[in-house]
């Protein structure tokens, strides 16, 4: 009978292909290195030193195989370009300040200054929001303690870094709460070995807020400072700092910033020349605010109609809304296209008409900066748009009126489930032109706005109303005329809201530029709001009418929980943790396959300690493919801290085979220690410590 032959152990395995990664590791470092030497020198310089920590594998390996100096350099233009915060611009602010940091690294850090630990960061974040130098101090290594506040999504918003030098005359090198440890920074017999001695050394000598640095980077995770112990959570950042131009964030990022290149490349109408926006915040439903806006072409012939073989036309147009906070940090775009074909008599109907395109945006009350970009997919054109938004709180007490918003027709007994563009209280509006409209002497000024109250039951307010006064006249010409209404207070929602629409005549009025003023008052408790809109009356009929296409995605993402996720979003950029924390829950509900947004509530619950919400997120999706390293260590670390430490052990050991991680097998080995597995915990820690000393792969 012939023996069947016996597995290797599985520590013996892990081990064997640990040194064949080694091996392989370094003859692809060292082919890729005599690649670059064949370069002339100053791209030799370009690829080792200007875009070292910037260029994504992808990158390196078509930078490498381009053959002319010729395709070099638009390579080169093309590398920084994408990354161009204002793409088109005939200056690249992004590479100005590279450049400059490089300068700077250079002449703070030591000659090639760009090569130290301290100028990889400096580098790829720039200055630090915060700086802290500790030198001169007994027991205690020189050290740097660096602070910054990040808008990369692979990175938690805030986190510190540390710097220390080992010995007089060595660079400062970077450290690791948990593969150097307090230990590393102090000198002594009595405290380099013994991590909570040479913690309380730290604290004595720096204070309390540098000891709990020194375990962990991120100012909102628990530390244990009795024991001076640290999680990984701070080791896996520093992995994803040290291959941030090859973090799957990092690249879906410059894939829109290509994408958003193609359409600005072409031709570029920064100006509102040609492109008109309007926007308007409105109250939905539900009580949350959003921003409806509609982008329109000022003149018919900038949008393009393309016949198909079948004789059919049809129209390709897409739309990017990029969300910036007010320190112009993004934080989160939406992009939409729309291509739809067009029968004949739907071509006859839509000649000479103005194209626009309605959409909203999921913003809470806060001050954002929205850039918005119209591209004609058909004739390669884009139109660019830049709009300062202001989403006001809705009054805690009495009232509030949106901005005046023009329409041209209104729709009635529309329900859906979603929110729909200038759509409120079953009646769809389709705006006419924003400020300044030019309105035919004869024609009526219909408008709509929305009034804000405090949230109540319509009923309590029996028969109570509200008085809405529009003043219409010319500035200095003393010709006003005031039109009254009543309103009833029991026709607002529960949310403390009333869509009020109007038609006025204006026919009696001459040619010219108009102001109208809507007061709406209270005479119970004589409280008034007021808004305005500028609008033209014009001796004859504006020749252009208008044709809007809607959002065609607004139910794919009601269903996927986008607009929560985006919401909250929002709600991070403004420091409010706990709103973005509901609104990501709200999300993952809709859609559990989501790891971005499981990843981000994770995150935020282990800042706050709630470990048993994490082991339910875990409960209901478990781990996939997809779940990056911190998530797993955080859900881990969360059945550590429920005293479930089985279950950490049980998790880790079926994720780490299939991921090869240094800060994932560390972790195991540390919980190994504590069921007092001794053999365990030494070997996966040599495991983790050998795949930790990996370079990045490339």
Known sequence: MQSRPQKAPLHLVVSCLLL?????????????????????????????????????????????????DEERDKFIDHFWEIRNPNPGSPTNTYRDEIYERIQYANQNFGHEGWRTDRGRIYILFGKPQ????????????PMEIWFYSSPHKALPPFFYIVFYQRDTGDEFRLYSPYMDGPDKLVTGT?????????????????????ARTTLSLLPDEPVDLDAATSSLTSDVMLGTIRNLANNPFNKEMLDQHRRLLEAVSHRIVISGEFLEVLTAPL??????????????????????????????????????????????????EQERKVSQFLISQQVEQVKNKLFGYEGTLPLPPGKY?????????????????????????????????????????????ITSPTVRPFTAAGVKFTP????GVALGQGRDLKFFYQIWAPPADPRSYGSAKLIAEYAVGR????????????????????????????KIPISDLKPGNYRMVVTVS???TRERAFSSLNFRVVSSEPANRIWDVIDPSASDDARLGVGESQRALCYLSQGKDSEAIGWLTRSYRKDPSNEVVRSKLVELLFAKQQFQQIAVLYGNAGVTEHTDEQTILRIAESFHKLGQVGKSIQLLEGIVPGRQSGPLYLTLSSYYQQVGETQKAADTERKGKMIASLPPKS
Do not use: C
């Open 522 to 524: 209270d005479p119970a």
């Open 432 to 435: 006419s032109s924003g400020e």
């Open 20 to 68: 064949i990664q080694v091996f392989l590791t370094g003859i692809l470092f060292a082919t890729a290195s005599k690649d670059v030497k064949k370069l002339p020198v100053r791209y030799q310089q370009w690829f080792n030193r200007d875009a070292a920590y910037l260029i994504t594998d992808e990158e390196k390996g078509a930078f490498l195989h381009l053959s002319t």
């Open 190 to 210: 009595g405290a380099e070995n013994d991590r909570l001695t040479a913690l309380k050394v730290i604290d004595r000598s720096l204070g309390r807020e540098v």
């Open 130 to 141: 915060q700086k802290a130098l500790y030198v001169g101090q007994a027991n205690v290594r």
């Open 475 to 502: 500035m200095g010409m003393h010709d006003t005329k005031t039109l009254q209404d009543e309103l009833q207070r029991s026709e607002f929602d529960a949310n403390g809201t009333l869509i009020n629409g109007k």
């Open 369 to 413: 900066t929205v850039e918005f970009v119209l591209s004609n997919e058909l004739n390669k054109t884009a139109f660019r748009e830049q709009k300062e938004i202001v989403i006001p709180d809705p009054p805690a007490k009495g009232l509030q009126l949106t901005a005046v918003v023009p329409f041209a027709e209104a729709e009635t007994g």
């Open 283 to 332: 109250v939905d439903s539900h009580g949350d605010t959003n921003l409806h806006y509609v982008l329109r072409l000022k003149r018919p012939e900038d949008f393009t109609l393309q016949q198909a073989q079948d004789e059919q036309y049809y129209f390709s147009v897409e739309v990017v809304a990029r969300v910036l906070a007010p320190d112009n940090k993004p934080i989160f």
